[in-house]
């Protein structure tokens, strides 16, 4: 491992497996602080600065936005399948949104809610409902965080969780999962009242997904986490 990558960047962390004591606990505690600070976040932030220049480069222009323009036209006239793999991770919808979730994780909120825009409204004209609506929950957050509009926030959240349950049984789980933050942000306001509306709307799913069960009749919930 030190021959391939260096040893300033290979640790050995050794940890008592027989006693979880203190010195254990801190020995983690530091190699993960090290790990983030040297590793995952510098990589993070390296990773945004090329989505970013990528993302700029693919969209700006008249020329590539009359050519992302008649493309989304044309796919307008096939059905929409939300089971297929539409997009490839290499994709300009992929990148975009995995430009937006660093940004996200990183607290950049400003920047990540540019590119949720964006994307949400490329996954609405290519009719891919279920992302669209998980962009729409991520936007949601972002606003709440940013605490710029409680009204678009609440809008983004309600929409993403209208979307999940016209998929049906395809967007149940995470229609819940909205749900749940939905309900959450109104509590982080004090709106309980509102909240429990949020909460007795998000139950609904889980009495649709409770079904007879053929050989003994017996109801059985399908609801997983």
């Known amino acids: 491992m030190k021959s391939t990558f260096g040893s300033n960047d290979c640790q050995l962390l050794c940890i008592n497996s027989l006693w979880d004591t203190v010195e254990d606990q801190n020995n983690i505690r530091l190699f993960m602080q090290d790990l983030s600070t040297k590793c995952i976040i510098p990589h993070m932030e390296q990773k945004i600065r090329t989505l970013n220049e990528q993302v700029s480069a693919t969209r700006k222009g008249f020329r590539n936005q009359i050519k992302n323009l008649w493309w989304r036209k044309g796919k307008d006239d096939f059905p929409d399948k939300p089971d297929d793999p539409v997009y490839t991770y290499s994709s300009n919808e992929s990148q975009n949104r995995l430009l937006a ?5 990183l607290r950049d909120y400003e920047l990540a809610l540019s590119n949720y825009r964006l994307i949400s409204t490329d996954y609405k004209l290519d009719k891919a409902w279920k992302r669209y609506a998980g962009v729409q929950e991520m936007l949601g957050l972002t606003y709440f965080l940013l605490d710029q509009s ?3 926030a609440e809008y983004c959240l309600e929409d993403a969780l209208n979307t999940y349950l016209r998929l049906g049984s395809q967007g149940q789980q995470n229609a819940t999962r909205c749900g749940v933050w939905w ?4 509590k982080a306001r004090d709106e309980y009242k509102e909240a429990a509306t949020v909460f007795f709307r998000v139950s609904g799913t889980f009495a649709v997904r409770c079904y007879a069960c053929p050989a003994k009749g017996t109801a059985v919930p399908t609801a997983s986490y």
């Not at 979730?101 to 994780?105: G, I, L, Q, R, S």
Request: glycine share 8%; charged share 35%; no cysteine.
């Open 101 to 105: 979730d660093y940004a996200f994780m």
């Open 150 to 152: 409680r009204k678009k």
């Open 183 to 186: 309900a959450g942000m109104l």
